[in-house]
């Protein structure tokens, strides 16, 4: 009886807590100012997030259902591999279609740097 | 045997992949999962980029743990810059020059450095030598590229390209 208790404590502060980080993360769309600082919000924030009520739920499963269940481990790994892939391909198609940025963006670098030098470039 | 098993890791990989998807580790489940883990490197092997070699498995463990405790500080991190004062903010793009040439430890690196604290990997140069990275708070940029190349470089050039 006592260890259901603390089991039903810790599996609300995990679903919490994943919803609270959750929450921050989709607020930082709104917080922040610019295409490429948003891009962190949904990358991290979001991580730590679904982390926590995958595990929730992981608890959760393999201690009322017959056996354990690992299928939240293979959410939780294809999330980690695809998260940043989404995020560089969207930053990378950012810095191709020129969005404003807060930070310099190397385009801005490189061509002062191309105007200086302009004769080694086009040796190439 | 190189022909016949191209790549073993791949294989183990593929054959626990099948085994989560079940979720079950009946006999029957184990030898579907091996046969799926040799036939689809087997079948796929003209396609397959280079042979995956771990040449340091305790390093990689070790390295997997330092990034899952780098995810959470991450997202602390980023929660508290995104409740804090959004205005306040110091984003900029940071140039890592890349000493990594196999393309798993490339893109390994770029998923951490997505993964971690306040950075983002956006772009890698056309010749593989530099990964440009947007970062959401920087104090001191060189300070960033240091911190990158100690932290992650390093152990993955150890773990995939033994020197």
């Known amino acids: 009886m006592n260890t259901t208790t603390w089991l039903e404590y810790l599996l609300s502060f995990l679903i919490l807590s994943g919803a609270v980080f959750t929450f ?16 962190h919000g949904p990358t991290k924030a979001t991580t730590l997030g679904l982390g926590s009520l995958l595990i929730a739920s992981a608890l959760y499963f393999s201690t009322r259902s017959t056996g354990i269940s690992l299928h939240e481990v293979l959410v939780t790994f294809f999330l980690f591999i695809t998260a940043p892939v989404s995020a560089h391909l969207l930053a990378k198609a950012a810095l191709h279609l020129k969005l404003p940025s807060l930070a310099t963006t190397p385009e801005e670098t490189s061509q002062t740097h191309k105007k200086t030098n302009a004769p080694s470039e086009e040796s190439h | 045997m190189r022909r016949l098993l191209p790549h073993p890791l791949l ?30 490197p087997f079948l796929t092997r003209r ?19 330092v990034v899952l405790m780098d995810i959470v500080l991450a997202n602390l ?3 508290r810059l995104i409740l804090g004062r959004p205005q306040s903010l110091r984003p900029a793009f940071v140039v890592l020059p890349l000493t990594l040439t196999s393309d798993i430890a490339i893109s390994l690196l770029a998923n951490t450095i997505t993964l971690t604290p ?18 959401l708070d920087v104090d001191d940029s060189d300070t960033l590229v240091a911190t990158i190349k100690q932290r992650y470089e390093r152990p993955l050039k150890e773990i995939f390209e033994a020197c």
């Open chain 1, 24 to 39: 921050i993360g989709s607020l930082g769309l709104a917080r922040l100012r610019d295409f490429y600082t948003r891009l």
């Open chain 2, 11 to 40: 294989t183990l990989a593929l054959a626990s992949l099948w085994l989560l998807l079940t979720n079950s580790i009946a006999p029957g489940q184990i030898v579907l999962g091996l046969v799926l883990g040799w036939g689809i």
């Open chain 2, 47 to 65: 396609i397959c980029p280079e042979k995956v070699q771990i040449h340091k498995p305790l390093t990689l463990l070790h390295f997997i743990g």
């Open chain 2, 77 to 79: 991190t980023v929660a």
């Open chain 2, 118 to 135: 306040g950075t983002l990997s956006a772009l890698l140069s056309p010749d593989r030598k530099t990964l440009l990275i947007h970062a």
